[in-house]
Nanobody, 120 residues
């Protein structure tokens, strides 16, 4: 079994910045993809950014150029640097990771989520 724990959310003014982190712990043999999703009230959950073990990244068009995803494989941590935040970025941000807890067993894990509110 493994767990994900997000942190770094909060209230920020438009144009401000936040840095989210997500640390994986537990019985971790290896981690493939790590991703950030977000879900706002009344809206579908959407993929914000993803990164694989080799370092390749992808972003939603709405955050491209403003957000940066990175990871530290030594600590099993993924980060999301969010700059030039807009009110539309307000959502619960959820960390997701595909984790191998034992050889041959890959499972998708989710964190509890961290609230990001962009408002004056």
């Amino acid at each position: 079994q493994a767990q994900l724990a997000e942190s770094g959310g909060g209230l920020v003014q438009p144009g401000g910045s936040l840095r989210l982190s997500c640390a994986a712990s537990g019985n971790i043999f290896s981690i493939n993809a790590m991703r950030w999703y977000r879900q706002a009230p009344g809206k579908q959950r959407e993929l914000v950014a993803g990164i694989i073990s080799g370092g390749s990244t992808n972003y939603a068009d709405s955050v491209l150029g403003r957000f940066t995803i990175s990871r530290d494989n030594a600590t099993n941590t993924v980060y999301l640097q969010m700059n030039s935040l807009k009110p539309d970025d307000t959502a619960v941000y959820l960390c997701n990771a595909v984790i191998q807890t034992v050889v041959g067993r890959w499972e998708s894990y989710w964190g509890q989520g961290t609230q990001v509110t962009v408002s004056s």
